[in-house]
């Protein structure tokens, strides 16, 4: 669905706007997809007749369709609205984590709060100062004001940098204390990475601001990081 512009936010209140975000959410890259009324209780953990008298009245206020028997789907208003949102949030979460040096998941969950009462100017204003990032610390794209952008490879595991590439960490798939184990050794979303050398054995030894540490190959593959070739201004 193609947008032409974005207009400022209607007076929703934000658990509207957190429907419309959750209905954008989980299909993100989806064309003409009705979400099941359960996938959105579930995103949201609320009742699915808390999602029904929600529905009638985005749907009353033409911001969503409702198809029986299928689900949900945002019109082209309700799209606007949700992805400015989604906008506002990811910028945020750059911001907090690159410049006041959270952890992805305080970043991801004070974002949530100030997406909210973000304007569209503020916004503008948050994307200039970080250099117009075209995505963020969990490898989404950040949504344009106006137009889809074109899928492109914005993040790759760790493993496929190259010797002497250097790339911020977007995000780490391991369990628990392994994250937590990196995170001791300062490899976290946010951190800037360099490979300095691949062993024998096809260890990986890396080097960022707290130092340099060697990890496994299969460790790099389930670390992704900001794909080089491709100017985020994540670096």
């Avoid at 029904?52 to 028997?69: C, D, I, R, T």
């Avoid at 040096?101 to 204003?125: F, P, S, V």
Wanted: contains cysteine.
């Amino acid at each position: 669905m193609m947008m032409t512009m974005m207009t400022d936010k209607t007076n929703l209140s934000q658990s509207e706007e957190m429907y419309l975000l959750a209905i954008m959410q989980a299909c993100e890259y989806c064309t003409d997809t009705p979400i099941p009324i359960p996938d959105i209780a579930d995103s949201l953990n609320v009742q699915p007749v808390s999602v029904n008298q929600m529905v009638k009245k985005l749907a009353n206020e033409g911001l969503v369709s409702y198809l029986p028997y299928k689900g949900v789907q945002l019109t082209t208003e309700g799209t606007i609205i949700a992805t400015k949102i989604l906008r506002h949030r990811r910028l945020w979460e750059i911001f907090l984590v690159k410049h006041l040096h959270l952890d992805l998941e305080q970043a991801d969950a004070i974002a949530c709060h100030i997406e909210h009462h973000t304007t569209e100017r503020m916004g503008q204003r948050l994307s200039e100062f970080l250099d117009h990032p075209s995505v963020c610390y969990h490898g989404k794209p950040i949504p344009h004001l106006e137009g889809n952008q074109p899928r492109l490879n914005l993040s790759i595991p760790l493993a496929q940098l190259e010797l002497g590439q250097a790339a911020p960490i977007m995000e780490i798939s391991t369990d628990e204390i392994t994250s937590r184990y990196l995170n001791k050794q300062g490899l976290r979303p946010g951190v800037r990475v360099k490979l300095m050398a691949i062993g024998s054995k096809g260890d990986f030894l890396l080097e960022s601001d707290d130092g340099r540490l060697q990890i496994t190959k299969a460790l790099a593959e389930e670390i992704l990081v900001s794909n080089p070739n491709i100017s985020t201004s994540l670096k």
